[in-house]
T-cell receptor, first 112, second 116 residues
């Protein structure tokens, strides 16, 4: 059974801090790993990672995949209160209709 | 604007009642998915459909049913057999099947279902 584990479960930081979120996975036939941000409703897509060691960056957010360690990290620098959300990691496995297996999420609270 | 529309936003179910959650997309996506999210947990897959008139069970299909008669629509019925239906339900869609597509799933705004 495919498994995705995220850590920490939750964290509280102050504006300007840097945050690192972790995602580890055990899946058969790995295809890609995705990060989503969920505020109140729909998860919004952040990154898709398929190749090891190549950093993807969007503004203050960045992410990298390590296929050897079966893990990924999501970094948020210079955090703002608008970064408060649940961050979800999901893995796509081949041969399963593009099915995503989600981790439990990391809840981030950024205080002013 | 293209997107995924879920309705209603909030739904209450009485004991022994079946309820249907609507999901419509105008993105021309082939694949559609239903997830359930419980407090403090990630998303779990209920059903998915890669093409019209075909769908597959996900990890927690018991007590749920779906249909895919049109490409743009993938309604989910929560039956009375689902004993713990209170949850946040999310519908998603993506361009195509895994072998040919490496595109992310996009989500609707969700339906929150509660028991009366």
């Amino acid at each position: 059974e495919d498994k995705v584990v995220q850590s920490p479960l939750s964290l509280v930081v102050h504006e300007g801090d840097t945050v690192t979120l972790n995602c580890s996975y055990e899946v058969t036939n790995f295809r890609s790993l995705l990060w989503y941000k969920q505020e109140k409703k729909a998860p919004t897509f952040l990154f898709m990672l398929t190749s090891s060691g190549i950093e993807k960056k969007s503004g203050r957010l960045s992410s990298i995949l390590d296929k050897k360690e079966l893990s990924s990290i999501l970094n948020i620098t210079a955090t703002q209160t608008g970064d408060s959300a649940i961050y979800l990691c999901a893995v796509v496995s081949l041969g399963a209709g593009n099915k995503l297996t989600f981790g439990g999420g990391t809840r981030v609270l950024v205080k002013p | 604007d293209g997107g995924i529309t879920q309705s209603p936003k909030y739904l209450f179910r009485k004991e022994g009642q079946n309820v249907t959650l609507s999901c419509e997309q105008n993105l021309n996506h082939d694949a559609m998915y239903w997830y359930r999210q419980d407090p403090g947990q990630g998303l779990r897959l209920i059903y998915y459909s890669q093409i019209v008139n075909d769908f597959q069970k996900g990890d927690i299909a018991e007590g749920y049913s779906v249909s895919r008669e049109k490409k743009e629509s993938f309604p989910l019925t929560v039956t009375s057999a689902q004993k713990n239906p209170t949850a946040f339900y999310l519908c998603a869609s993506s361009i195509g099947v895994a072998a040919l597509s490496n595109q992310p799933q996009h989500f609707g705004d969700g339906t929150r279902l509660s028991i009366l």
